[in-house]
């Protein structure tokens, strides 16, 4: 398994930027797709983003198409989340995961290894 340590979470005004990162030690981090799900008390944990190995295939859930940017930088072990135009409805924790499917998935249950989590809160 990979070890995942997210990194870039705070509070933001609405209609702010904030880039969260998340760094892999461990095996290959190449060899991972991943994803950022979010997390709000008493609900489930959902998909936000996904990137695949090469980093050539992205996927987005529809509430933050547009806003959002997943990438990832394999030289550097590291996946990130740069959300612009942020909404108080993005106020969460988010986490990043690492999954052995070629493309990655929206389902938490298809990723292997999981960071701690980062506390994103936006003010309105």
């Known amino acids: 398994q990979v070890q995942l340590v997210e990194s870039g979470g705070g509070l933001v005004q609405a209609g702010g930027s904030l880039r969260l990162s998340c760094t892999a030690s461990?095996?290959?981090?190449?060899?991972?797709?991943m994803g950022w799900f979010r997390q709000t008390p008493g609900k489930e944990r959902d998909v936000v983003a996904y990137i695949s190995r090469s980093g050539a295939y992205t996927h987005y859930v529809d509430s933050v198409k547009g806003r959002f940017t997943i990438s990832r930088d394999n030289a550097k072990n590291t996946v990130y989340l740069q959300m612009n135009s942020v909404k108080s409805e993005d106020t969460a924790v988010y986490y990043c995961?690492?999954?052995?499917?070629?493309?990655?998935?929206?389902?938490?249950?298809?990723?292997?290894?999981w960071g701690q989590g980062t506390q994103v809160t936006v003010s309105s």
């Open positions: 995961a690492a999954s052995s499917k070629f493309f990655g998935s929206r389902s938490e249950h298809d990723y292997e290894s």
């Open positions: 461990g095996r290959t981090f190449s060899t991972y797709s």
